[in-house]
Protein backbone atom coordinates (compact mmCIF):
# COMPACT_ATOMS: atom_id res chain seq x y z
CA UNK A 1 0.00 0.00 0.00
CA UNK A 2 1.13 2.94 -1.05
CA UNK A 3 1.95 5.74 1.63
CA UNK A 4 -0.06 8.70 2.25
CA UNK A 5 0.81 12.04 0.70
CA UNK A 6 0.21 15.76 2.04
CA UNK A 7 0.76 18.64 0.39
CA UNK A 8 1.46 22.51 1.83
CA UNK A 9 0.39 24.56 -0.99
CA UNK A 10 2.19 27.71 -0.03
CA UNK A 11 5.40 28.33 2.42
CA UNK A 12 3.20 31.59 3.05
CA UNK A 13 2.46 32.11 7.53
CA UNK A 14 4.47 29.01 8.63
CA UNK A 15 3.26 28.69 12.63
CA UNK A 16 6.04 29.71 14.66
CA UNK A 17 6.66 27.24 17.32
CA UNK A 18 8.52 28.00 21.20
CA UNK A 19 11.55 27.39 21.82
CA UNK A 20 12.96 24.21 22.34
CA UNK A 21 12.64 23.32 26.33
CA UNK A 22 14.96 23.67 28.23
CA UNK A 23 18.11 21.25 28.05
CA UNK A 24 17.36 20.60 24.09
CA UNK A 25 19.25 21.94 21.04
CA UNK A 26 18.42 22.49 17.69
CA UNK A 27 20.92 22.31 14.82
CA UNK A 28 22.03 21.03 11.74
CA UNK A 29 23.59 17.66 11.83
CA UNK A 30 27.46 17.70 11.08
CA UNK A 31 28.78 15.32 8.85
CA UNK A 32 30.91 14.16 11.87
CA UNK A 33 27.98 14.16 14.56
CA UNK A 34 26.97 11.38 16.61
CA UNK A 35 25.22 9.38 14.38
CA UNK A 36 25.14 6.52 16.34
CA UNK A 37 22.54 8.31 18.64
CA UNK A 38 20.91 9.25 14.97
CA UNK A 39 20.74 5.86 13.98
CA UNK A 40 19.15 4.63 17.15
CA UNK A 41 16.64 7.62 16.90
CA UNK A 42 15.49 6.78 13.91
CA UNK A 43 15.36 3.03 14.99
CA UNK A 44 13.45 3.53 17.88
CA UNK A 45 11.09 6.57 15.97
CA UNK A 46 10.36 4.11 12.99
CA UNK A 47 10.51 0.65 14.53
CA UNK A 48 13.11 -0.44 12.06
CA UNK A 49 16.62 -0.90 11.86
CA UNK A 50 19.45 2.12 11.19
CA UNK A 51 22.85 1.71 11.11
CA UNK A 52 25.43 4.35 11.31
CA UNK A 53 25.92 3.34 7.72
CA UNK A 54 22.36 3.71 6.84
CA UNK A 55 22.26 7.55 7.90
CA UNK A 56 25.38 8.03 5.94
CA UNK A 57 24.01 6.93 2.77
CA UNK A 58 20.27 7.88 2.90
CA UNK A 59 20.90 11.02 4.54
CA UNK A 60 24.22 12.47 5.33
CA UNK A 61 25.67 11.73 2.04
CA UNK A 62 21.98 11.33 0.15
CA UNK A 63 22.74 13.78 -3.22
CA UNK A 64 18.68 14.77 -2.80
CA UNK A 65 19.33 15.48 1.22
CA UNK A 66 20.14 19.26 1.47
CA UNK A 67 20.03 19.51 5.22
CA UNK A 68 19.32 16.88 8.50
CA UNK A 69 18.27 18.98 11.33
CA UNK A 70 18.39 17.29 14.66
CA UNK A 71 17.16 18.03 18.25
CA UNK A 72 19.87 17.15 20.80
CA UNK A 73 19.80 16.54 24.82
CA UNK A 74 22.55 15.30 27.05
CA UNK A 75 24.59 15.32 23.38
CA UNK A 76 22.32 12.80 22.01
CA UNK A 77 19.99 13.37 18.98
CA UNK A 78 16.50 12.32 20.07
CA UNK A 79 14.85 14.36 17.77
CA UNK A 80 15.33 14.94 13.54
CA UNK A 81 13.76 15.84 9.83
CA UNK A 82 15.51 16.38 6.87
CA UNK A 83 15.10 18.90 3.98
CA UNK A 84 14.93 16.82 0.99
CA UNK A 85 14.64 18.03 -3.22
CA UNK A 86 13.32 15.44 -5.60
CA UNK A 87 13.65 17.34 -8.82
CA UNK A 88 12.30 14.87 -10.97
CA UNK A 89 9.27 14.48 -8.34
CA UNK A 90 8.23 17.75 -7.45
CA UNK A 91 10.70 20.26 -9.06
CA UNK A 92 9.42 23.50 -6.93
CA UNK A 93 8.34 21.86 -3.96
CA UNK A 94 10.93 20.91 -0.86
CA UNK A 95 9.99 17.50 0.82
CA UNK A 96 10.21 17.07 4.39
CA UNK A 97 12.13 14.10 5.09
CA UNK A 98 12.36 11.27 7.96
CA UNK A 99 10.37 13.07 10.92
CA UNK A 100 11.12 10.80 13.90
CA UNK A 101 11.51 11.67 17.72
CA UNK A 102 13.02 9.01 20.11
CA UNK A 103 9.87 7.78 21.89
CA UNK A 104 11.67 8.61 25.38
CA UNK A 105 11.43 12.29 24.27
CA UNK A 106 7.73 12.56 22.67
CA UNK A 107 4.78 14.79 23.29
CA UNK A 108 7.56 18.06 23.72
CA UNK A 109 7.04 19.75 20.59
CA UNK A 110 10.21 18.91 18.79
CA UNK A 111 8.47 17.40 15.73
CA UNK A 112 7.04 20.82 15.41
CA UNK A 113 10.27 22.92 15.92
CA UNK A 114 11.86 20.40 13.29
CA UNK A 115 9.35 20.49 10.83
CA UNK A 116 9.24 24.52 11.41
CA UNK A 117 13.10 24.53 11.14
CA UNK A 118 12.70 22.27 7.32
CA UNK A 119 10.03 24.62 5.75
CA UNK A 120 12.20 27.70 7.02
CA UNK A 121 15.08 26.11 4.71
CA UNK A 122 12.53 25.29 1.71
CA UNK A 123 12.24 29.28 1.56
CA UNK A 124 15.73 29.72 1.99
CA UNK A 125 16.16 27.46 -0.89
CA UNK A 126 13.48 29.40 -3.01
CA UNK A 127 11.19 26.18 -3.00
CA UNK A 128 7.39 27.33 -3.40
CA UNK A 129 5.16 24.64 -1.52
CA UNK A 130 6.31 21.36 0.69
CA UNK A 131 5.45 17.83 0.12
CA UNK A 132 5.92 14.67 2.67
CA UNK A 133 4.69 11.00 2.94
CA UNK A 134 3.48 9.56 5.79
CA UNK A 135 1.51 6.60 7.41
CA UNK A 136 -1.87 5.90 8.46
CA UNK A 137 -1.23 5.15 11.68
CA UNK A 138 1.34 8.10 12.63
CA UNK A 139 -1.32 10.37 13.77
CA UNK A 140 0.96 12.29 16.12
CA UNK A 141 2.69 13.25 13.49
CA UNK A 142 -0.24 14.04 10.69
CA UNK A 143 -1.76 15.96 13.31
CA UNK A 144 0.89 18.25 13.65
CA UNK A 145 1.42 18.73 9.94
CA UNK A 146 -2.31 19.64 9.74
CA UNK A 147 -1.43 22.02 12.07
CA UNK A 148 1.66 23.91 10.16
CA UNK A 149 -0.51 23.88 7.06
CA UNK A 150 -0.31 20.36 4.82
CA UNK A 151 -3.36 19.30 3.11
CA UNK A 152 -4.48 15.51 2.18
CA UNK A 153 -3.55 14.47 -1.21
CA UNK A 154 -6.44 12.10 -1.94
CA UNK A 155 -4.90 10.66 -5.38
CA UNK A 156 -1.59 9.22 -5.79
CA UNK A 157 -0.31 7.38 -8.31
CA UNK A 158 -3.54 6.67 -10.11
CA UNK A 159 -4.57 5.54 -6.06
CA UNK A 160 -7.30 6.62 -4.14
CA UNK A 161 -6.27 7.39 -0.88
CA UNK A 162 -10.22 9.33 -0.04
CA UNK A 163 -11.46 6.44 2.05
CA UNK A 164 -7.91 6.05 3.59
CA UNK A 165 -7.94 9.64 4.56
CA UNK A 166 -11.61 9.67 5.75
CA UNK A 167 -10.85 7.25 8.27
CA UNK A 168 -7.99 8.45 9.37
CA UNK A 169 -9.25 12.28 9.87
CA UNK A 170 -12.57 10.50 11.68
CA UNK A 171 -10.69 8.87 13.83
CA UNK A 172 -8.06 11.87 15.12
CA UNK A 173 -10.98 14.62 15.49
CA UNK A 174 -13.34 11.95 16.75
CA UNK A 175 -14.51 12.92 20.50
CA UNK A 176 -14.65 10.52 23.23
CA UNK A 177 -17.80 9.21 23.92
CA UNK A 178 -19.00 9.74 27.40
CA UNK A 179 -20.09 6.23 29.36
CA UNK A 180 -22.93 7.71 30.21
CA UNK A 181 -24.95 8.69 27.01
Not at 56 to 77: G, K, P
Not at 116 to 122: G, I, N, P, T
Request: glycine residues 4%.
Amino acid sequence: MAQLQMHRPHLDDIPRTPTVPAGYGLRPMATTGNLTSLAETLSKAFGEVWSVDDVRSRLINAEDVHAVYVITWEDRVVATASSRHVSDYQPDKGYVHWVGTHPDHARKGLAATLIERVLQDFISRGYTSAVLQTDDFRLPAIRAYLRYGFLPVYDVDAEDHRSRWSTLLQSLFARPTSPHR
